[in-house]
């Protein structure tokens, strides 16, 4: 799915290609086929998003993991296949509510979650997700109250070291 924007400042042209090659419905990414710094796609490519706050996009879904969306689309828009990216999502924080269950986020907030569709988009595209289970119990939610796609952990303050020993690159959300 590609996207214009007619008026994008700062682009000169006045149209600023957006496309969705891996997560249709989230993360645009603007192509720039010569870019420096691309990743190889022969490569193995791990890392840990660490995901702790509740900003919104204007659609309301959560803006890190919209994020997430992106670096799975600028990955596979440069030829990073599914088997070669490994992206897991830490949730921990004001972030915690994001692993709910619909029907768990619908009886606590009273309205549908925002974000179902993106966690099954990012779940499809190979993202795995972890909530922090010491969030979980901070918040008063518990495990059977998680959704489909995301894991409990035990803390955030292992799963992300954990995941680093794994060899998984930290990018703080």
């Known amino acids: 799915m ?6 994008d400042p700062g682009t000169g042209s006045g149209q600023t290609e957006w496309i969705n090659p891996v997560v249709k419905d989230y993360g645009k990414m603007h192509p720039v086929p010569d870019g420096a710094l691309t990743p190889d796609p022969k490569k193995d490519w791990k890392i840990v998003f660490d995901v702790g706050g509740d900003k919104t996009m204007e659609d309301g879904v959560n803006a890190a993991l919209w994020h997430v969306a992106r670096a799975v689309n600028v990955y596979g828009n ?24 619909p029907e768990a986020y619908k009886k606590k907030f009273g309205n549908d979650d925002p974000d179902t569709k993106l966690k099954k988009e990012l779940a499809e595209a190979g993202v795995t997700l972890y909530v922090c289970g010491q969030a979980l119990a901070d918040h008063g939610f518990s495990e059977d109250q998680v959704g489909p796609n995301v894991d409990v952990a035990l803390s955030a303050l292992a ?6 020993s794994q060899g998984y690159q930290l990018f703080p959300m």
């Open 159 to 164: 799963a992300v070291p954990v995941l680093e």
């Open 2 to 7: 590609a996207y214009a924007a007619s008026d």
């Open 78 to 101: 440069a030829g990073v296949d599914k088997a070669h990216r490994k992206f897991a999502v830490v949730l921990h924080g004001a972030a915690t509510k994001l692993a709910l269950s």
